[in-house]
């Protein structure tokens, strides 16, 4: 049974209830990596790393959820897995207190694991049951659903700033106790999920196929351009997230506290451009919003490497909010070509955003120690132009006629 394309009438209103607790659960996940990013100077500067080995943090718990998150998406497609959902807080929890009592590189590596062994196990489910609450509203619960993720991102160099510098290494596992009430959030979520699974308090199995597929050369080739489209979105949010800080205090002598402040204002722009992907998909098309939201960044991106410490940060702004908006249309377009596989494209998609980042991460790390900060951000500056791959895809009516012609 594909739990996500099932349809009763119980389910055509949007169950506000659970879509904000699976919601709140993206947020407070994310919040942790996000944490975990916005630390590496400190963790720089007390283990002495490189450059390189920093990078090489951030591949060691997104390559996790990057190689786990499309199996765990195909294996719950077929057997839906609800009370998953507040293991992934656990895991988190664990790795994030590891990662505050350690006292080796090894160590951050294996905390670091753990966070991504949550996640892993965290997106694909709970983008399905974003999914399976929106009540037919699926860009507006999939946008909804990241900007609790993207919010929680924008929130962890808040609290690296305010909390884990001053305090230390150390702090970091006591902010782990934020993973206890994502817990209990996602427990109530999966109870809710689990009732409408089964056939007393939801539909019998049924399985929702389209009457019409589409062409398989159309769906191999739509999903290329996706996925190529992501991986210029996600490469450049990777030097932002991972090396945003480190630039702006290499270039204009910031202090890691206003760092992270400027940091946040690009990732709380970033949260804001997801709300909106989702609901405007809705309305006039997925393929527009893909457009705009990739090679729309282009000015801004070309001109950040040239900017003063001042106009940096106003570029960022538009950077993060154009770019933020392409992921949910992304993902509903590709879920739209593939109904009944929403897991696996919601694993698969996640899975690449963080492979794509953890890899990213580590060869950006290699190119700053050799090269330096400033020449990564002149070579990431260029990756929106990939954007133009999106006249490739087919648009609303080429869509129709390909199902009609099917």
Request: charged content about 10%.
């Amino acid at each position: 049974m594909a739990a996500a394309d099932v349809t009763s009438p119980r389910l055509q209103t949007t169950t506000y209830a659970v879509l904000f607790a699976v919601t709140a659960g993206h947020l407070i996940n994310d919040t942790l990596q996000a944490l975990l990013l916005s630390i590496y100077p400190l963790l720089r500067d007390l283990h002495n790393l490189s450059f390189a080995q920093v990078g090489f943090i951030t591949l060691a718990f997104q390559a996790t959820a990057s190689v786990l998150q499309p199996l765990i998406g195909h294996y719950t497609d077929k057997k839906p897995f609800p009370y998953s959902l507040p293991v992934a807080p656990a895991l988190s929890l664990i790795g994030l207190v590891v990662v505050g009592l350690a006292h080796s590189y090894g160590m951050i590596l294996v905390g670091a694991t753990l966070i991504g062994l949550g996640s892993s196990i965290f997106h694909p489910e709970a983008s399905r049951l974003a999914r399976l609450s929106s009540g037919g509203r699926f860009g507006f619960a999939q946008s909804l659903f990241q900007v609790g993720g993207n919010f929680g991102t924008s929130i962890g160099p808040l609290l690296a700033a305010f909390f884990v510098v001053p305090h230390g290494q150390g702090s970091v596992a006591w902010l782990a106790l934020l993973a206890l009430f994502s817990i209990a959030v996602l427990s109530y979520a999966a109870k809710w999920y689990a009732h409408h699974l089964s056939p007393k308090g939801g539909p019998k199995r049924a399985h929702v196929i389209p009457p019409n597929p589409l062409p398989r050369r159309m769906i191999v080739t739509s999903l290329v351009v996706l996925l190529c489209l992501m991986f210029s979105k996600f490469l450049y949010t990777s030097s932002m997230s991972s090396f945003y800080t480190f630039y702006l205090i290499d270039t204009f002598g910031l202090s890691p506290k206003e760092a992270q402040i400027d940091l946040f204002i690009y990732l709380a722009a970033f949260a804001a451009g997801t709300l909106l992907g989702g609901p405007i998909g809705d309305r006039i098309g997925r393929k527009a919003v893909i457009w705009f939201s990739v090679l729309g960044a282009l000015p801004f991106t070309l001109a950040l490497p040239y900017a003063n410490h001042f106009w940096t940060v106003v570029l960022s702004i538009p950077i993060g909010f154009i770019l933020a908006s392409a992921f949910s249309a992304m993902l509903v377009y590709a879920q739209e070509l593939m109904p009944g596989r929403v897991g696996m494209i919601s694993g698969l998609f996640f899975g690449v955003a963080f492979g794509i980042a953890a890899a990213g991460a580590a060869l950006l790390g290699m190119v700053a120690d050799a090269t330096s900060i400033g020449f990564v951000f002149h070579i990431c500056s260029f990756l929106p132009a990939i954007g133009l791959l999106a006249m490739f895809l087919p648009n609303r009516k080429q869509l129709a006629a390909a199902q009609g012609a099917g």
